[in-house]
């Protein structure tokens, strides 16, 4: 091979390598490879915290997230949602973003619906969707649900709704998990929630969000879920301890197969590129 | 396992699968396909936050609780709440916002502005300096280097972790003090705070490349299930 040939492997034109990525995770998605992964360090305190709830307790998920980042979030906020129902524990959706009512519709529509037929809506889990204020929110939610939320998505008054029959304000819930995906999100659940009141507090997030968050853990965040991996190990968890009552493969563990290819691919063109660069670069040493 | 092919019926899937392969032709180069899905989305999206805002800040919080008949509208049957003269306050501030598409009364909007970064810096500063700051100072020396284990002696793992953790923050701090004008490092000390910084940065962008394959994965599952029916 020519000096310039081995140049020529460090500006490949960037196309090759998008369809090549797209083209290593079409087959990947296809032929479906499972990478069973093992519930890490963070995402333990997690699955522990709602294993030690008793029957009955009130769960928060904070649907943080809109479309864009589903792929990401999506797969933890149906994990909770399968172990809280599972566990017996009443699910509250919430949202700081404006998005979050269609978000938790997609919970209900993908999971509660299809995988837990008796569960009913109001009893075993309640929407009360999208509220605007942020940080704002947060704060005034900590004292009372009520003076923020008037009623649920379907318009039931809170006082008439089972699954908020022991929740004043945040303080009654046994955790509350975040899923975000920006702002507001995690960090105001940080700031304005967890570190002023009295209830643990577990996050979500997304790859390009979680060096953000890792300083939290673990004294002002429980744990934390951070990309697909951490929806992943999750789901492990659940397979671990309740294999009989989740499916077997869920969202988060069959995008590892795809992910794991695309990072093999993306680390074989960084190692042709260094190749490139270090072999041209002896030659031209040599013919010096 | 590939399924034979079954395309989806429903035109929702078909409107977001061609959205979406509009979007990706931008990868081979700009074009009018990816220019038309671009402002169907910066439309909708403004659009959708208009009616969100509406239906869930101006009605329940400004129009409703200033004439209560409104809530007619909507339902019939509902019991009429009290008059809230308060929401004027809002209602005001709002309107003075939306002064500066006026030239002449523009500087009206001044003071909605004003009142707004007032009151989240002075909200944020406390929580800021408490969350950030203080608890960040304790989980970085709170517990000091030496780590001690369930069953005696030192959690050699944890220990070293905490070793890094505190090491690195110090010399990441000396190297913001000992870089001179134009990045040049001036002390080894610096040096090797340049390079806890190049770690952290390349961490994060690893974090956030397999945040884009997960993004990638998300959207071609729904293009070969959803869509086509393939997975």
């Known amino acids: ?288 | 396992m590939i399924h034979p092919l079954a395309v989806s019926h429903d035109f929702g899937v078909w409107v977001g699968a061609l959205l979406t392969l509009m979007v990706f032709s931008f990868l081979y180069r700009d074009n009018p396909f990816y220019k038309f899905a671009e402002h169907v989305f910066v439309g909708v999206s403004a659009a959708y936050w208009m009616v969100i805002g509406f239906w869930t800040t101006l009605w329940p919080r400004v129009i409703v609780p200033l004439i209560p008949e409104a809530s007619r509208i909507v339902s019939s049957d509902t019991p009429l709440p009290e008059r809230d003269l308060s929401a004027v306050v809002p209602a005001v501030l709002g309107l003075m916002m939306l002064s500066r598409l006026v030239p002449r009364l523009s500087g009206l909007a001044r003071w909605p502005t004003a009142f707004v970064l007032g009151t989240t810096a002075g909200y944020a500063v406390v929580r800021y300096v408490r969350s950030d700051f203080m608890h960040q100072i304790q989980a970085t020396i709170g517990d000091g280097v030496l780590i001690p284990a369930a069953g005696g002696g030192w959690n050699v793992a944890e220990s070293l972790a905490a070793l890094v953790t505190l090491s690195g923050t110090i010399f990441g701090l000396i190297y913001f003090m000992n870089t001179r004008r134009g990045g040049t490092v001036t002390t080894p000390a610096a040096r090797i705070g340049l390079l806890v910084l190049m770690v952290t940065f390349g961490a994060s962008f690893g974090s956030a490349v397999m945040a884009r394959i997960s993004l990638l994965v998300g959207r071609l599952q729904e293009l070969l299930g959803d869509w086509l029916g393939l997975l």
């Open chain 1, 1 to 288: 091979m020519s000096g310039s040939r081995f140049e020529a492997l460090q500006s490949i034109d960037r196309r090759w390598i998008f369809l090549a990525l797209a083209v290593a995770v079409i087959a990947a998605l296809v032929v479906q490879p499972v990478f069973r992964d093992s519930p890490g360090e963070l995402v333990v305190p997690i699955f522990a915290a709602i294993e030690a709830l008793a029957p009955g307790t009130p769960v928060l998920i904070s649907l943080d997230y809109s479309p864009s980042s589903a792929p990401e979030l999506e797969p933890m906020a149906a994990a909770l949602t399968r172990h809280c129902l599972i566990r017996g524990l009443p699910v509250t959706y919430l949202s700081l973003w404006p998005t979050g009512n269609h978000m938790a519709g997609r919970i209900v529509e993908r999971v509660i619906g299809p995988e837990y037929p008796d569960a009913v809506e109001g009893r075993e889990w309640v929407t009360l969707g999208f509220q605007a204020g942020g940080e704002l929110l947060v704060h005034a939610l900590l004292d009372s649900l009520g003076s923020r939320f008037a009623a649920d998505v379907r318009g039931i008054p809170l006082i008439e709704i089972p699954a908020l029959a022991q929740v004043t304000g945040l303080n009654d819930y046994g955790i509350v998990v975040s899923l975000s995906a920006g702002t507001p999100g995690l960090k105001e659940w940080v700031l304005y929630g967890g570190d002023v009141g009295a209830f643990p507090l577990a996050g979500g997030c997304t790859g390009v969000g979680a060096p953000q968050f890792f300083p939290y853990y673990p004294r002002q965040l429980l744990g934390l879920m951070a990309a697909l991996k951490g929806a992943a190990e999750y789901e492990a968890a659940l397979n671990d301890d309740y294999a009989d009552r989740v499916p077997r493969v869920m969202q988060a563990t069959r995008g590892m197969g795809p992910q794991t290819v695309a990072h093999l691919v993306i680390v074989a063109f960084i190692l042709l590129g260094n190749a490139g660069l270090f072999i041209g670069e002896r030659r031209k040493r040599g013919r010096r």
